[in-house]
């Protein structure tokens, strides 16, 4: 997976933005002002931070090496997942779809009624 192709995906999940709060070098995705991704610009390998469910985090890391608790994140619910191309670009696009819905399901309803709304209107 590219960054470009990364970047792509992120930004088609429904109500997804793009901004840098941290400076110039690390782009974050949000839906509905939470975050759900973040990579690093210019890093390489190109990596991306991911939110994930504790249990499956483990998991993962345990199946792919290229999985690690997440970098300057809370170990327990963020991986870093290193886009080295050890793991196909249908399970990385799993594991940002899951930290999509995880963000989602987190959010205050009426918050996820006008995501709900923004994606009937597309």
Same mark, same amino acid.
């Given at each position: 997976?590219?960054?470009?192709?990364?970047?792509?995906?992120?930004?088609?999940?429904?109500?997804?933005?793009?901004?840098?709060?941290?400076?110039?070098?690390?782009?974050?995705?949000?839906?509905? $002002?939470? +975050?759900? *991704?973040?990579?690093?610009? #210019?890093?390489?390998?190109? !990596?991306?931070?991911?939110?994930?469910?504790?249990?499956?985090?483990?998991?993962?890391?345990?199946?792919?090496?290229?999985?690690?608790?997440?970098?300057?994140?809370?170990?327990?619910?963020?991986?870093?997942?290193?886009?080295? $191309?050890? +793991?196909? *670009?249908?399970?990385?696009? #799993?594991?940002?779809?899951? !930290?999509?819905?995880?963000?989602?399901?987190?959010?205050?309803?009426?918050?996820?009624?006008?995501?709900?709304?923004?994606?009937?209107?597309?």
């Amino acid at each position: 997976m590219t960054f470009r192709s990364l970047r792509d995906y992120c930004l088609s999940k429904p109500g997804a933005t793009e901004d840098f709060p941290f400076g110039e070098e690390t782009l974050v995705f949000r839906v509905m $002002g939470k +975050i759900f *991704a973040l990579t690093g610009v #210019e890093s390489l390998p190109l !990596s991306v931070n991911l939110k994930c469910d504790p249990e499956w985090a483990v998991e993962l890391r345990d199946r792919w090496p290229a999985v690690q608790p997440g970098y300057h994140m809370n170990k327990a619910h963020w991986n870093t997942v290193e886009l080295d $191309g050890s +793991i196909p *670009a249908d399970e990385v696009r #799993e594991m940002i779809d899951h !930290s999509y819905e995880r963000v989602v399901a987190g959010l205050k309803k009426a918050d996820r009624q006008r995501l709900e709304a923004l994606t009937r209107e597309a």
